[in-house]
């Protein structure tokens, strides 16, 4: 499994409130700056928005567009599963002896739905 693949498994599983996984890919000094609040965030608050969001959000198609031994980008599609509205989220996350040390994700709302035209749905991230 590749680092991309192993973050996806994990966030996977912790937007459904299991972390088991994301302690095993994160070093001990991470921080990140949060995008909405531009608070530096540590790892067990980065749990908790990720649990809150996986609550509000339906996470759509997620696409490893680089990786290698340092750094991770991933492209991820996610929709607010109550109203229409839609977002592209951009995450780079650089790795220290092998962990994931720093992440830094952008959100961008979509005025359209990423998925018309597509050959998924949002019932198939459901």
């Known amino acids: 499994m590749t680092k991309g693949e192993a973050y996806l498994r994990a966030w996977k599983l912790g937007f459904k409130g299991d972390f088991s996984e994301i302690d095993k890919i994160y070093h001990p000094e991470y921080s990140a700056v949060d995008d909405a609040t531009g608070v530096k965030v540590d790892l067990n608050m980065d749990k908790t928005i990720g649990s809150e969001l996986g609550k509000s959000m339906i996470i ?59 050959n998924w749905n949002w019932e198939d991230y459901e």
Not at 62 to 84: G, S, W
Not at 91 to 118: F, H, N
């Open 60 to 118: 759509g198609p997620q696409t490893i567009l680089f990786e290698d031994e340092n750094k991770v980008k991933i492209q991820t599609f996610d929709k607010y599963k109550d109203a229409d509205i839609f977002q592209i989220i951009t995450s780079e996350i650089t790795y220290k002896d092998g962990k994931i040390v720093t992440q830094k994700t952008v959100a961008r709302e979509l005025d359209y739905d990423p998925s018309e035209g597509q």
